[in-house]
């Protein structure tokens, strides 16, 4: 279908300048340099979701923050007041107090209270279980960054009038969570003054730790304050906390990856610790960050043989399979381990800690000191040494240094140090991939300290538009190979093969792209500065300040357009892929034959099922070797399955009752299939991104699941309750399509309600998305190539044609190639689908594409398509949608 005529790509059109602060913005704000990378925040742009343990603030309203007075104003749940986190308590109780209508100058009867407890759901009211007063001059923003409540309980702010609570203070002595109250004023008091907090009657405190502290570490310090420093009559719980070190078994972080989310000690004082990357769908019990760390990348259980004592219990580690584990430079394989005291334990490439049980022993073994003296002393990034051989581990004053790297050049050779940098690394070969970004990051440095004021700006464009140019000549030759392919007989005879090679290249340079546009956002202003102080900004000088800031801009603008651009491509050729299997997955078996062999353990994905897959484990290897960004990756995999579900849904809605899957037992083979595809999201770590984006899909086979017997007996109403995510319009048309699947009479229990009836028989709602589609790689772009997501619309022409009027993107404010949809008839045929809207840009007729395609050879395409045409339709945003429907006047 995809394999008609084929028009080699034209590069986009030239973006303006200054567009850095608008372009990439959602995602290059974050640190995207490989050496600092985060997985925290994968699938993060996947619609990031607000944290459940925190019920006051909102990750998607910065800035709001709740205050709950349910005691203060009976009937009202709570009000919004603006906090930041300089904004004290005092001033967030006088703001709440307006809010709730009451005079700012009661501010003295009232309190903040930072309160625990269970959020109601399922019509369960909020339990509180524990609260804390906050002080006049505490900061409440800053205090919920520094202490999180325990998993299961959540947090929100309070407003509470001071009397009860002095009362509830006089009937009732803290003596659990005091001392952990004054450790975070004194951690809230050090962070707001810039220096160590001292300890309670004394002026000796521990030198501020560079890791992020955890409560096992705040029990460490505790233990090294020095026994004349005088306790504070509210820290009792403190002996409680120091003993934690000497009683349990613990592991010390010798080497980490992430200094703002690494912890110190990690206490391991429970039954079983899951380790590995936290993610929305995987809460490990000790959160690593580094990007080879698995959701779930290992276990360490306590086990108990018979007959001996708590004491005599042992520590098992037991990898997950496929995990990178080793235990004293040893590989574990998939076998389980027993940790003793002084074990190294090497998680990933970056990871290295220490076990201590003080229940085996005090003093380190001296088989793990002579461990330790042996562990690798190069970087693990570029390899290079970070002390001499044989220099004495003792005489080293201070932690080791990895050399710093340097690349020198003369002006005259710019250009061949250039172009021998660009075809350096081969994509498929065993380089690291992001060898030229690395390279041409020394470039930069090199001509902005060394050689004549303002030339590093010159350079970075000379550097961006060769890596456009690059990219571009990669995609004519893959849209040129692309062209001269048969249409596939069937999804059997289609192969992802000839794809991947091509785009490598593509994906290649986007990746560099990445890494070198945050180094030049980076460093760009402190060479901007260190430039405008050595120069007197008068008369040529200030020419050439603003010459190499306009280079600059245009570099940053252009890499940005790079971006963008070869996102698309991905995007574009993988969902040509699943276009040619999809629309056989709803029609599968679920399962092949029962295999009888003992070796044959579980059961096969079907195979129209497992062309599916292959395809986005294909894209999942094409993205990962080449280091592209994880949350760039995840954005490339939730277009994928936005595309998948909504392609599927829209096949459930225009075929009906022509595909078995309506009638009840291939029905709920359909369901079961649709399972497995989410097991397997779930297995790639994508298992958020593949419940929202299938949720409608998975609804309505849902539907066709439930038995015919069960179904005739709900009412409308209680469809609508069972199937929240199909709008009365979708679930109306099901609910007639099944009817006549299964030759069944008029139901009057299935006829829509009377607040429903207006939307049931909208035919335009009926194909609709239930997910918004995933984001671009910039939250604000004007590229005619970033697309939202991608749908088929098969129109047959009326008496008056199809009815919908076309635009050369050029023509418009948006001044850029590419054939729109300006205007649409009422009652045509391009109207009365109820997909199509203004704004929206046509891909491929029949199968051939309109990308890079003339307008008049686009148009004639379509008017000598046939009775029946055949499109490929891309989603524009709003913003490319109001400047379409403008026409831009001759000059």
């Keep these: 279908m995809f394999y008609g005529t084929h ?51 909102q990750l998607s309203a910065p800035g709001v923050l709740k205050v709950f007075g349910d005691s203060v104003c009976t009937g009202t749940h709570y009000k919004s007041v603006l906090a930041t986190g300089t904004s004290s308590a005092r001033e967030l109780v006088k703001e709440a107090l307006e809010r709730y209508a009451l005079s700012p100058e009661r501010a003295g009867q009232y309190v903040l209270c930072d309160v625990v407890g269970q959020a109601g759901d399922s019509g369960r009211q909020w339990q509180a279980e524990g609260f804390r007063v906050f002080g006049d001059n505490e900061k409440p923003l800053l205090i919920q960054e520094l202490w999180k409540p325990r998993e299961g309980l959540s947090r929100r702010f309070e407003l509470r009038k001071r009397s009860e609570m002095e009362e509830l203070a ?28 001292p300890a309670a009657g004394g002026a000796w405190s521990p030198p501020p730790p560079r890791l992020r502290r955890t409560v096992s570490e705040t029990s460490l310090g505790s233990a090294i304050a020095p026994p004349s420093a005088a306790r504070g009559p509210e820290e009792p719980g403190q002996d409680a906390m120091r003993c934690s070190l000497y009683e349990s078994p613990h592991l010390l972080l010798l080497q980490g990856y992430s200094q703002q989310h690494d912890s110190l000690v990690y206490v391991l004082n429970r039954e079983r610790h899951t380790v590995g990357q936290r993610t929305p769908s995987s809460k490990p019990s000790i959160s690593l960050s580094a990007p080879d760390i698995l959701p779930l990348h290992c276990t360490i259980r306590r086990r108990r043989p018979l007959g001996r004592a708590q004491a005599g219990a042992q520590l098992v580690l037991e ?16 076998r389980a381990v027993v ?18 049980d003080p229940a085996q022993a005090q003093p380190l073994p001296a088989q793990a000191l002579a461990r330790l003296r042996a562990v690798p002393e190069s970087c693990r990034m570029c390899g290079a040494p970070l002390r001499a051989r044989g220099a004495s581990v003792s005489a080293r004053p201070g932690p080791p240094r ?25 994509p498929g070969g065993n380089d690291h991939k992001l060898t030229p970004a690395f390279l041409l990051c020394l470039c930069i440095q090199h001509s902005a300290t060394r050689l004549e004021p303002g030339s590093f700006g010159q350079l970075l464009l000379k550097m961006a538009k060769m890596i456009r140019e690059t990219v571009w000549e990669k995609t004519k030759e893959l849209a040129e190979k692309q062209a001269h392919l048969q249409e596939p007989l069937s999804p059997a005879s289609f192969t992802m093969a000839g794809l991947v090679p ?15 546009l945050y ?75 029962e295999c009888r062999e003992s070796w044959c353990s579980a059961p096969q994905l079907p195979e129209e099922l497992h062309r599916v897959v292959s395809i986005y484990q294909a894209t999942l290897d094409l993205l990962r070797p080449l280091q592209v960004h994880p949350e760039i990756a995840a954005q490339v995999l939730a277009y994928l399955f936005f595309f ?15 595909l078995s899957c309506f009638h009840w037992p291939r029905g709920v083979q359909a369901c079961a299939r649709l399972q497995q595809l989410l097991e397997w999201t779930r297995n790639a770590g994508f298992g958020e991104a593949g419940e929202r984006f299938f949720r409608k899909l998975s609804c309505t086979l849902s539907l066709l699941a439930t038995p015919s017997a069960q179904l005739v007996q709900m009412s409308w109403a209680n469809l609508r309750v069972a199937f929240p995510a199909l709008s009365p319009a979708q679930l109306h048309r099901l609910l007639t399509q099944y009817q006549l699947a299964s030759a069944m009479g008029p139901m009057s229990a299935w006829e829509p309600g009377a607040q429903d009836s207006p939307a049931a028989f909208k035919s335009g709602d009926c194909a609709a998305p239930a997910a918004e589609p995933p984001p671009a790689p910039s939250s604000h772009s004007s590229s005619t190539d970033d697309f939202c997501y991608m749908f088929v619309v098969e129109l047959e022409r009326g008496p008056s044609g199809l009815g919908m009027g076309l635009i050369d993107g050029m023509h418009t404010p948006l001044g850029a190639p590419g054939l729109y949809i300006q205007t649409l008839l009422p009652g045509s045929p391009a109207a009365s689908d109820g997909r199509l809207s203004l704004g929206d840009r046509i891909l491929e007729v029949n199968g051939s594409s309109l990308v890079g395609v003339s307008y008049l050879r686009a148009v004639d395409l379509i008017r000598h398509g046939g009775k029946k045409v055949r499109f490929l339709v891309a989603k524009s945003d709003v913003e490319t949608a109001k400047k379409i429907r403008f026409r831009t006047p001759p000059p």
């Design 519 to 593: 180094f030049i956002q980076q460093k760009c202003p402190l060479y901007m500065q260190s430039l405008e102080e050595d120069l007197d900004i008068t008369g040529s000088k200030e020419s050439l300040f603003s010459c190499t800031l306009t280079a600059s801009e245009e570099a940053m603008a252009v890499l940005e357009e790079v971006i963008l651009y070869a996102f698309q491509q991905c995007v574009y050729y993988v969902s040509k892929s699943l276009y040619v299997c999809l629309p056989a997955l709803l029609e599968c078996p679920p399962f092949q034959l």
């Design 502 to 516: 091509d785009l490598q290249h593509i994906i290649f340079w986007m990746s560099n792209s990445v890494e070198l």
């Design 339 to 356: 940790l003793r005291h002084g074990d190294l334990l090497s998680l990933g490439l970056y990871y290295l800690l220490l076990l201590k």
């Design 170 to 197: 006089a009937r009732d002595v803290d003596t659990v969570t005091a001392g952990i109250n004054a450790q975070a004023r004194r951690l809230q008091r050090s962070r707001a003054k810039g220096t160590p907090a």
């Design 319 to 334: 990898p997950i399979p496929g995990a990178s584990v080793s235990v004293n430079f040893s590989e574990v394989g998939g």
């Design 402 to 426: 990895a050399r710093p790297l340097h690349l020198e050049f003369e002006p005259d050779m710019e250009d061949a140090l250039l172009q021998r940098i660009m075809t350096l690394v081969e």
């Design 644 to 658: 998948s579900g909504t392609l599927l849904f829209n096949q459930l809605l225009d075929k009906g009752p022509s």
């Design 7 to 57: 028009f080699i790509m034209s590069p986009p059109a030239k973006s303006k300048l200054k567009r850095q602060g608008q372009l990439l913005s959602s995602v290059l704000s974050r640190t995207l340099s490989y050496k600092y990378r985060d997985l925290d925040t994968t699938c993060s742009s996947l619609g990031t979701s607000d944290d459940p343990a925190e019920l006051s603030t």
